[in-house]
Structure formats: C-alpha cells, structure tokens
C-alpha cells in the first residue's frame, strides 16, 4: 500500500501544472483578475514584458508597480529561486538581478537598474528556474 501512495504523490509531483501554480500564487497575491492573462508560463511574449515592465500612471491597472511586483514575485511562485538562477548565469553581470528570482519579496519596478536584468538569457532562465520550482 506504502508504494503505492508514494507512486501516487510522484505522479501529481511530476504531473503538476506548473501554470496553477502561477496562478495561485496571483490569486493569493491579490493581482487583480484583469491582470490574470499575465499569470501563465504559455505566453513568452507576455512573460517578456514583465521584464521590460513600465508601469504606467492610471491607465491600466495591471500596469502599476504594485501589481508588476505581485507578477514578478509569481513567475518564481513566490519562492526563492535564486540559487537556480545564480547557477544557470543571472547575476553573472548585475547581482541585483537575481531579485527577478526571489519570489519571497516584491521587486521595486520603479528602480531604473532593473533594466540592467532584461537581457533575453536572463529572461529565460528567470522563467525556466519558477516554472521548474
């Protein structure tokens, strides 16, 4: 019986959607549900953009610091993840861009040195290091 319950719980570790995690973590982050299109590993070109993040004065409520944090924090499912990203070369140049990686804190968008971090390789090991968590 033992055996079984462990094959079982491999199986829903091995077979786990990584986007419900996403996506769980958003809903417990309080990202609006407007903003919920951000919450899924499926779209590069909209986990691209959480990079190049711009937050915007009032014209779209995704587009705030506050909710850009909340998504940024989510693509690591609100884990720490850096040691997977430091491995793998983010932070090779910049430090501060292993905060991309810590899901544990929100990120300060506002914080121009972030655009330091949006390099194409970077981006696709931040994504990689959560979707893999």
């Known amino acids: 019986m033992f055996k079984y319950l462990c094959f079982f719980a ?8 990584p986007n419900e995690d996403y996506a769980a973590c958003c809903t417990e982050k309080g ?4 903003c919920s299109k951000y919450c899924t590993y499926d779209d ?24 850009g944090g909340k998504l ?20 090779n ?8 990686c810590d899901g544990t804190k929100p990120i300060d968008l506002a914080d121009e040195k972030y655009n330091n ?4 390789s970077n981006q696709v090991t931040v994504k990689k290091c959560g979707k893999d968590s």
């Open 10 to 17: 491999l199986l829903t570790f091995v077979f786990a959607d």
């Open 117 to 120: 971090c949006a390099t194409e």
């Open 72 to 91: 940024i924090q989510c693509v690591q499912k609100g884990k720490d993840n850096r040691e997977c990203c430091k491995a793998a070369g983010v932070g």
């Open 44 to 67: 590069p070109a909209r986990l691209s953009k959480l990079f190049a993040y711009k937050p915007r004065d009032g014209d779209d409520e995704c587009h705030s610091d506050e909710v």
């Open 93 to 100: 140049n910049f430090d501060y861009c292993l905060d991309y």
């Open 31 to 34: 990202v609006p549900e407007a």
